[in-house]
Structures are given as structure tokens and as C-alpha cells.
Antibody, heavy 121, light 109 residues
Framework: QITLKESGPTLVKPTQTLTLTCTFS??????????VGWIRQPPGKALEWLAF???????RYSPSLKSRLTITKDTSKNQVVLAMANMDPVDTATYYCAHNMNPPFGWFDPWGQGTLVTVAS | SYVLTQQPSVSVAPGQTARITCGGN??????VHWYQQKPGQAPVLVVYDDSDRPSGIPERFSGSNSGNTATLTISRVEAGDEADYFCQVWDSSGGHFYVFGAGTKVTVL
């Protein structure tokens, strides 16, 4: 059974860097054909894809946020970390990580429970 | 960038059929995935690769994809199907992007 769980601060100040950790079980990110993505959802709004990391450490980012995002993995800890620089109140959202079985074409399944991050001074 | 268009809302009586559409330029050439999201919960995959269902998803959920429109169909709608539904594709034009539709709120009357 694959599970993922996001962790990190619930409140960050404008201009700070947000660091979120996705801790997973039930699969290995060293296995060929596997990836983990980050997706966010502002309150009451749509899902927005942020970043993706492949088993071979290939990394992809949303064009609109690429300059602010860094995604890394620690295979030994079964973790994927997302850093987002220069946070702004518009970045207030629930942040999800999700497993992808057949990247890049594949679907996200399952998802973590999500973590709500509020950006405010 | 690639855009997916969904109708904001669909209302359906219990026992009837709900059809949720996802429009995109030549979307029929892409694999479309659908997610169900209930209030306060994470999205759950209900259809992948246009028309396949993950284990545990009722047969009432089905999908199709052709031309410029993909469709998620919920047959014999139940009260528990009330949720937001999002479509998603992977787009390679100009890069590598995962794209989500804006979502459709399904209300069971």
C-alpha cells in the first residue's frame, strides 16, 4: 500500500522560503518508472501542478513558478522536499504531494492528505 | 500553454446520469485522468488513461475521450458522488507540464 504525507510549517511570512517534506512508503524512488509530484490548491480554487521529480533525479517545474521552486529527493529516507522561495500571500494554499506510476504520461495516485500553508505577516 | 476547460457545475437527481466534460485542443490525442475531491479531502483518482478505473472505483464511473472533448460519466448517481471533479493531462508542447482543469462541482439534488 502506497502512502504519502506532507509536513512543514503552517504559517510563513512574506518573502520567506517555504520548505515542505513529503514522506512516503510503499514504493522506492530509486525504482525505474516512478515519480513524485507537488500540487497545490488555494482555498476554494483549482489544483495547480508545481514540480515533479523522477526516479533518475530528472526534475521538472511549472513554468510560471520555475524561478522560485526547487525539488529534491532523499531515496534513503523515502522523502521528497519542495522549497518555494519568496513566499507571498497569494501562495496560501493546501500543498499536496502525489505518486506517479508512469511518468510523464501517468496519473497521480495516491495523494497525500495535504498541508495548509498560510502566508501572512 | 495548454488549457483544459470544464463547466463550473452540474446538477443531477439521484439515479440519473451526470456527464462532466473537459475540453482541450485535440485532447483526444492525450491521456486524460479524472479526480474526485470531496470537501476537506485530498483528490482521489477515479478514471485514468481516458477510460480505465482504479480498483475500488465503482463501475458507475466511466470515461471517454475524442476530438476536443473528454467526458467523465457517472451513472446512477448517488448522494455520495457529490464532489468536485478535475480532469488532468500531461502536455509536452513547449516543455513538460501537468495541466489540471478548473474543476466541476457536481451537486446531487
Amino acid at each position: 500500500q502506497i502512502t504519502l504525507k506532507e509536513s512543514g510549517p503552517t504559517l510563513v511570512k512574506p518573502t520567506q522560503t517555504l520548505t515542505l517534506t513529503c514522506t512516503f512508503s510503499g514504493f522506492s524512488l530509486s525504482t525505474s518508472g516512478v515519480g513524485v509530484g507537488w500540487i497545490r490548491q488555494p482555498p476554494g480554487k483549482a489544483l495547480e501542478w508545481l514540480a515533479f521529480i523522477y526516479w533518475n533525479d530528472d526534475k521538472r517545474y511549472s513554468p510560471s513558478l520555475k524561478s522560485r521552486l526547487t525539488i529534491t529527493k532523499d531515496t534513503s529516507k523515502n522523502q521528497v522536499v519542495l522549497a518555494m522561495a519568496n513566499m507571498d500571500p497569494v501562495d496560501t494554499a493546501t500543498y499536496y504531494c502525489a505518486h506517479n506510476m508512469n511518468p510523464p504520461f501517468g496519473w497521480f495516485d495516491p495523494w497525500g492528505q495535504g498541508t495548509l500553508v498560510t502566508v501572512a505577516s | 500553454s495548454y488549457v483544459l476547460t470544464q463547466q463550473p457545475s452540474v446538477s443531477v437527481a439521484p439515479g440519473q446520469t451526470a456527464r462532466i466534460t473537459c475540453g482541450g485542443n485535440n485532447i483526444g490525442s492525450k491521456s486524460v485522468h479524472w479526480y474526485q475531491q470531496k470537501p476537506g479531502q485530498a483528490p482521489v483518482l477515479v478514471v485514468y488513461d481516458d477510460s480505465d478505473r482504479p480498483s475500488g472505483i465503482p463501475e458507475r464511473f466511466s470515461g471517454s475521450n475524442s476530438g476536443n472533448t473528454a467526458t467523465l460519466t457517472i451513472s446512477r448517481v448517488e448522494a455520495g458522488d457529490e464532489a468536485d471533479y478535475f480532469c488532468q493531462v500531461w502536455d509536452s508542447s513547449g516543455g513538460h507540464f501537468y495541466v489540471f482543469g478548473a474543476g466541476t462541482k457536481v451537486t446531487v439534488l
